[in-house]
């Protein structure tokens, strides 16, 4: 590897988000963000995410921290400013310090507010305190008598209240109550008489007693219908499962067969006779019974994770002017903003087309099919895995979570 980044110090001011702060000074310059991305050669969408500090939005941290240094270069901010408020931000949105990448600096979480320390006690004058405990006990003497007096009258108040209502509600049922017999006017059985209209409301108000029974027995069935459809309801995933689901180190992912071509060699180049670009020790360095890739960022930074052999993932920022070789029997490759980068196979200049600026390598090319994409998944504690490592512990944990079901 070849990026050589200083560790940062981080200042004990006020540090506003990374996102904020690029958009702010872009703006400031009167650029927009079209222009930005012509000159980083970065996709659009992950500049709109960058800004608006979206990391679950972005890939891992190494490709994060290249993004924001090319950023940075092309609005003139200082590389040791640019770097320690995107470690901050990282700390604060996704709750855990920035993974340390290139000698990336690492925040501690941060402390709760340390604790006041008691003042020390100073001695007092024994007939102070004397006087103290006199005055307290004088004051207990008035006060629990006042307090005693003021339940007793609260009580009393309540209970002539009770007293009183009680009263007041047997005269207004002793007056309600008629006794002896009901007498009619005569006018009014001269009404009975000639028109029987009580007999009439009789009639209707059995037919609104029938048809609320109705309502009632509807409204039962409606409900024991409900109640058929609660065993459905129930089947549905609880919070909890949800919950252990949303914890998951290892969430479940597509992964899709390679069913085209990766890269094409380009023999006649003239990139394969430039000094400048794929320089002659380089070339004095390639081992014919190995596989021999050369990247050099040429136009802008680039981000990379490879994988030789059995060696583990490593993850590596490419500055622009920088270049990495690579040896071995099987290279697996991702990079991010390719279009920046010149790949050399055997020293011969390959193309490898992509719309998004990412690419995924693997030499040689024979090997394709002994793999799938994406070939390093990231887990949820950002560490990359080969995407036949991640299926086996995704299965694992999904294993372990049925198991743990009642």
């Known amino acids: ?100 990448l290139n000698h990336t600096k690492q925040f501690d979480a941060p402390k709760p507010a340390e604790e006041i320390p008691a003042a020390p006690k100073v001695k007092e004058d024994p007939s102070k305190i004397l006087d103290q405990d006199k005055k307290a006990q004088e004051r207990q003497r008035v006060i629990v008598p006042a307090v005693v007096f003021v339940g007793v009258c609260v009580v009393f108040i309540g209970l002539y209240q009770l007293v009183t209502k009680t009263i007041d509600s047997e005269k207004d049922s002793v007056a309600e109550k008629k006794y002896g017999p009901t007498f009619v006017p005569s006018s009014e059985l001269v009404d009975l008489n000639t028109n029987p209209k009580p007999e009439v409301k009789v009639e209707e108000e059995e037919k609104k007693e029938v048809t609320e029974e109705k309502k009632v027995e509807e409204e039962k069935v409606v409900e024991a219908k409900k109640e058929e459809v609660k065993p459905q309801e129930a089947e549905k995933p609880k919070p909890q499962e949800a919950e252990i689901s949303a914890r998951r180190n290892f969430p479940p992912k597509d992964f899709r067969k390679i069913t085209v071509k990766l890269f094409a060699v380009m023999a006649d180049a003239p990139e394969n006779t430039d000094e400048k670009i794929l320089p002659s020790g380089i070339k004095d360095s390639i081992n014919k019974g190995l596989e021999n890739v050369y990247v050099t960022a040429v136009e802008g930074s680039t981000w990379m994770s490879y994988k030789v052999d059995q060696a583990p993932i490593e993850s590596v920022i490419l500055e622009k002017g920088k270049g990495l070789f690579l040896q071995g029997k099987e290279i697996l490759m991702f990079l991010g903003n390719v279009k920046v980068t010149r790949i050399f196979y055997q020293n011969k200049l390959i193309d490898a087309p992509t719309k998004t600026g990412f690419k995924s390598l693997i030499f040689p090319e024979s090997q394709n099919s002994a793999h799938i994409l994406p070939l390093f998944p990231k887990a949820s504690d950002d ?24």
């Open 1 to 100: 590897m070849t990026t050589d980044t200083s560790q940062n110090n981080h200042s004990s001011g006020s540090v506003v988000h990374i996102g904020d702060h690029l958009k702010s000074k872009r703006e400031e310059m009167k650029l927009s963000i079209e222009k930005v991305s012509q000159k980083t050669k970065i996709n659009l969408n992950i500049l709109r995410a960058l800004e608006a500090n979206n990391f679950s939005a972005l890939p891992s941290p190494a490709y994060i921290k290249g993004f924001v240094l090319s950023y940075a270069r092309v609005i003139s901010l200082p590389p040791e400013d640019v770097i320690t408020k995107l470690e901050y931000s990282y700390l604060t949105i996704v709750g855990k310090p920035f993974p340390n």
């Open 383 to 406: 560490i990359l895995y080969t995407a036949e490592e991640y299926q086996r512990r995704m299965k694992i944990e999904e294993e372990e979570l049925k198991a743990k079901k009642p």
